[in-house]
């Protein structure tokens, strides 16, 4: 073999041993992501079936329900446009409360209601997640433009 022979049969094993390399780790990568979704998402089925995913948002008003066992908790986040149902069992975090923001990590069953494996809770009254403060926006928006189309305050005449 000549010097370039050689020198081209080490630059081919190379390419192909970086390829794999990032192969394998983009296949390990892809089974591990934890994707976003605000209660709108979900609602619009935009979530991946049967796999887990975080969901973001605000603990509904008077919506936790806490079960006889200690552990099981029903809950209800939302993004001030929809609202997704939630069971966790476990302990919750300490900061966890109504009204305050949460992200639970699970999947959706086929009844609509989020089965979370995992819940935390916001941890700084000025700190939201970028996802969460522009889902929020949009929320917000589309609750404006809803109730801006209703009219208000038209007369209503009635006749016999």
């Known amino acids: 073999m000549k010097p370039r022979q050689k020198r081209f049969m080490f630059i081919a094993i190379a390419v192909a041993g970086v390829a794999t390399s990032v192969g394998l780790v983009l296949n390990a990568l892809g089974g591990n992501v934890n994707l976003y979704f605000t209660p709108t998402q979900v609602f619009n089925k935009e979530v991946p079936n ?88 949009k929320a917000q928006a589309a609750n404006a433009a809803d109730s801006a189309a209703m009219p208000r305050n038209v007369p209503v005449t009635v006749t016999k």
């Open 50 to 137: 049967g796999r887990s995913f975080r969901i973001g948002g605000l603990v509904e008003e008077g919506s936790v329900k806490r079960e006889n066992d200690g552990l099981t908790v029903n809950f209800v986040i939302t993004d001030t446009h929809k609202s997704i149902p939630v069971v966790y069992k476990g302990i919750l975090p300490d900061l966890f409360k109504e009204g305050k923001g949460v992200v639970a990590q699970g999947a959706v069953g086929d009844n609509g209601v989020m089965r979370a494996e995992e819940v935390l809770a916001k941890h700084d009254e000025n700190y939201m997640p970028p996802e969460a403060a522009d889902a929020l926006k």
